[in-house]
């Protein structure tokens, strides 16, 4: 039983733990893994980033057109500096002499100016415009957007990927909590009878009561066994219904036919490995990204190059209380901005951005290492996955012939209890390993396809 325990121990946490992939066709499966592309909740983030992206790029677009700006803005002022001027003693002598000259009053006095710098009760009430003729950063900035988004929507297909091969292997789990619960089954029902038996035994005066109380005891240890089985299935259940962003009570329906739908494909492991490289989107992301590089090294050396031209212009009205009578104003501008000099900044940008295509350039070979690594171990771990299964099949047509002998033996009292209950420990657990490797070929199958981008 020591046996029966460790082989469910490894192997539930794998399934329930394990993350993406495809296996034979099912309409429940595939319904589930439907279901949770549209509900699950890391998803629906991404869905969101990727609109988020598409507004960067509405954004960068409305750079193209003009801006137009209403800013009116009123001023009080109280103390401060002063502009002093003593215009009025310089001009009123020269002004009194020209009167007494000219025997008139055409020159009047003039008081000396004392005027805060700070304007009072003044306002600049304007509308104000400005249109970029040429801007290299606005044409390479909506670019970049562009291929943000495309790397974005990469991203949402790598996480995609990872959830189809979690609903995929939890249901496995689920499935295989539900076979193994009818292993159990058929255990219990056997130890019922070796009960019923010992109870004969006991009846007729062959055997003592010792015989029952330790299969009653085989008995009980098996329900123990059905309970955590039973509390694993309700786990898994739990997990599927959350990838699917469901109620956790929610039922799981069963295809019971699954497992039994495995044909595999012929696929040879460099086929594997080429597949692998188109499909993966990492790899789709990682080239987008090299794209927004070779963007921005050309925005920077654009930048070293070429200036920035514009045209705006103000009009609206300005002065001391809003009166607006005499106050109006127009002004036109053509401008021009162009960094001549500024150390080695432009140099230090241009290389700072070929600097970073090399390091996705290197990224990019490394990922494309890492998936043919991937590739490698989930192909040979099939493979492997099959050849247990032939192993385990035979172990289990070998544990019940020997069981059939030693139950044989035990009624006829030629074998002692204890081969009894090792015979049929031996079954249930040679039964359960069949099981598990039936199921983990599924899960290899379904990790390959997930390495490999296979939906």
């Known amino acids: 039983m020591k046996k029966i325990i460790t082989l469910l121990l ?32 890391g998803l629906k983030q991404e869905r969101l ?28 002022a109280a103390g401060g500096r002063k502009l002093a001027f003593p215009i009025g003693d310089l001009l009123n002598p020269v002004y009194s002499t020209l009167n007494q000259l000219t025997k008139t009053n055409n020159f009047p006095q003039v008081e000396n100016v004392n005027q805060l710098l700070a304007p009072n009760n003044f306002h600049d009430t304007k509308l104000s415009f400005q249109y970029p003729i040429f801007n290299t950063d606005i044409r390479y900035n909506l670019l970049i957007q562009r291929d943000l988004l495309s790397a974005q929507e990469a991203k949402k297909r790598v996480l995609e990927n990872e959830i189809r091969y979690s609903i995929t ?3 496995l789990q689920y499935l295989q909590t539900l076979e193994a619960k ?3 089954q058929v255990s219990r029902n056997l130890l019922t009878d070796f009960v019923k038996l010992n109870e004969k035994l006991v009846s007729n005066n062959v055997a003592t009561k010792d015989v029952i109380y330790s299969a009653e005891y085989e008995v009980s240890k098996l329900d123990q066994q059905v ?15 959350y990838l699917m962003n469901r109620d956790f009570s929610t039922e799981i329906i069963a295809d019971t036919n699954l497992v039994n739908g495995y044909i595999g494909f012929p696929t040879s492991l460099s086929q594997a490995k080429e597949d692998a490289l188109k499909n993966r989107q990492e790899i789709s992301q990682i080239n987008t990204n090299i794209k927004v590089s070779e963007t921005a090294i050309k925005l920077q050396q654009m930048n070293a190059i070429r ?13 001391y209380g809003y009166t607006f009578k005499n106050q109006a104003y127009v002004i036109g501008q053509l401008g021009l901005s162009w960094d001549l000099y500024h150390g080695y900044e432009k140099k230090s940008k241009i290389q700072q951005a070929k600097i970073q295509k090399n390091i996705l350039d290197t990224k990019l070979e490394e990922v494309k290492q890492q998936i043919q690594l991937q590739v490698s171990q989930a192909y040979f771990e099939l493979e492997a996955a099959k050849k247990s299964l032939v192993t385990a ?18 009624r006829n009292g030629q074998a002692i209890m204890i081969e009894y209950l090792r015979a049929s420990d031996d079954i249930i657990t040679a039964r359960l390993q069949e099981s ?18 296979v939906k």
């Open 393 to 410: 099949q035979d172990g289990t047509k070998k544990a019940e012939k020997y069981f059939k002998i030693v139950e044989s033996r035990y």
């Open 10 to 41: 490894l192997f539930a946490p794998f399934l329930v733990f394990s993350q993406a992939g495809g296996v034979p066709s099912s309409t429940i499966l595939e319904s589930y893994i439907q279901e949770g592309l549209k509900q699950n909740l």
């Open 227 to 241: 309970a955590t089985l039973d509390k694993n299935r309700q786990s898994v259940q739990v997990f599927l219904n």
């Open 49 to 76: 980033e990727t609109e988020k992206s598409v507004e960067n790029i509405n954004q960068a677009k409305a750079n193209f057109m003009p801006k137009v700006t209403f800013s009116p803005t009123y001023s009080l």
């Open 169 to 171: 292997t939890a249901y």
């Open 182 to 184: 009818k292993i159990y």
């Open 436 to 453: 598990v490797a039936k199921y983990d070929i599924l899960v290899k199958q379904a990790a390959l396809d997930k390495v490999g981008a």
């Open 307 to 319: 200036p920035q031209v514009f045209v705006g212009g103000n009009m609206g009205f300005q002065g």
